[in-house]
């Protein structure tokens, strides 16, 4: 978040109600928690000339913004958006796959979810909330200053992945041309497709979720793919797309707003 060589640390959420359960209490003892933990993650730094981190959850909280700010002012923020109900979707699946989730289908979280108000504050554990993007973007617009801030959508990230990186190396003030492979797909939606692979990976959750702080990176990252070669995704209800767009159409009309771009296209 702080392009510098020495940057400010901070932590950018806080303890909620929301987080209950053995799961979620398991999840948050891998997240940074202090200011010394953060700011070991960079300890190895030394000539880069930008350095950084990312965490969707400074989009979960309505106190992230005035968080970073106060220690870290003048950060650079970046931040991809994806269609609202096709993030929800996807972020249903994706934990389904992993054994996060046990409800039967997205319409049933649906059901439970629109129950209650969508939360303001802190929307972790919560797939709907989490795409109110106008909600918790404008604090970060009314802190930091515009050109310290680029938003880019996920369409750009697909169809154009060269010209999005580019444009964000000269933001960040490294090599716009500097050419990165892209060709591997990281983080790919969906359920596993074989149901045996599928068993052992649900079934496996608390296991792999109590030893990840005690593996090196290499070996963690080196599980999933072994599983998620195959991956199916059941189409979503056309009806309940339809439905949830209706949810997020003011939130969105302020986003395009905020962001000054067309996003009538999540809408149709």
Same mark, same amino acid.
């Given at each position: 978040?702080?392009?510098?060589?020495?940057?400010?640390?901070?932590?950018?959420? +806080?303890?909620?109600?929301?987080? +209950?359960?053995?799961?979620?209490?398991?999840?948050?003892?891998?997240?940074?928690?202090?200011?010394?933990?953060?700011?070991?993650? %960079?300890?190895?730094? #030394?000539?880069?000339?930008?350095?950084?981190?990312?965490?969707?959850?400074?989009?979960?909280?309505?106190?992230?913004?005035?968080?970073?700010?106060?220690?870290?002012?003048?950060?650079?923020?970046?931040?991809?958006?994806?269609?609202?109900?096709?993030?929800?979707?996807?972020?249903? !699946?994706?934990?389904?796959?992993?054994? !996060?989730?046990?409800?039967?289908?997205?319409?049933?979280?649906?059901?439970?979810?629109?129950?209650?108000?969508?939360?303001?504050?802190? *929307? %972790?554990?919560?797939?709907?909330?989490?795409?109110?993007?106008?909600?918790?973007?404008?604090?970060?617009?009314?802190?930091?200053?515009?050109?310290?801030?680029?938003?880019?959508?996920?369409?750009?990230?697909?169809?154009?992945?060269?010209?999005? !990186?580019?444009?964000?190396?000269? %933001?960040?003030?490294?090599?716009?041309? %500097?050419?990165?492979?892209?060709?591997?797909?990281?983080?790919? #939606?969906?359920?596993?497709?074989?149901?045996?692979?599928?068993?052992?990976? *649900?079934?496996?959750?608390?296991?792999? *979720?109590? !030893?990840?702080?005690?593996?090196?990176?290499?070996?963690?990252?080196?599980?999933?793919?072994?599983?998620? *070669?195959?991956?199916?995704?059941?189409?979503?209800?056309? #009806?309940?797309?339809?439905?949830?767009?209706?949810?997020?159409?003011?939130?969105?009309?302020?986003? +395009?707003?905020?962001?000054?771009?067309?996003?009538?296209?999540?809408?149709?």
């Amino acid at each position: 978040m702080c392009p510098h060589k020495s940057p400010n640390y901070f932590v950018a959420h +806080e303890p909620h109600p929301l987080w +209950e359960g053995p799961k979620l209490r398991a999840m948050a003892r891998q997240w940074i928690s202090t200011r010394d933990a953060y700011a070991a993650l %960079f300890a190895k730094v #030394t000539t880069e000339r930008a350095i950084g981190e990312v965490s969707p959850v400074y989009l979960q909280s309505i106190n992230a913004p005035k968080n970073i700010h106060q220690l870290c002012p003048d950060a650079k923020m970046i931040a991809i958006l994806r269609q609202p109900v096709e993030r929800a979707y996807a972020h249903y !699946l994706g934990r389904v796959r992993d054994g !996060l989730d046990a409800r039967a289908s997205f319409a049933d979280v649906v059901t439970q979810e629109l129950a209650q108000p969508l939360p303001d504050e802190i *929307t %972790f554990g919560n797939y709907l909330g989490c795409g109110r993007y106008a909600h918790f973007l404008k604090g970060y617009f009314e802190l930091f200053p515009r050109e310290n801030i680029r938003v880019y959508l996920f369409q750009d990230l697909q169809h154009n992945p060269a010209r999005l !990186l580019s444009d964000l190396f000269q %933001f960040l003030g490294v090599d716009p041309a %500097f050419v990165p492979d892209i060709e591997q797909q990281h983080n790919r #939606t969906g359920m596993i497709a074989n149901p045996v692979l599928r068993t052992i990976w *649900t079934s496996s959750v608390r296991v792999r *979720t109590l !030893l990840r702080p005690y593996l090196p990176p290499a070996l963690r990252n080196a599980a999933a793919p072994l599983f998620f *070669t195959q991956l199916s995704k059941p189409p979503l209800s056309p #009806t309940l797309h339809a439905q949830l767009n209706e949810l997020f159409r003011d939130d969105i009309a302020e986003l +395009e707003i905020l962001i000054g771009r067309n996003l009538q296209h999540w809408l149709a």
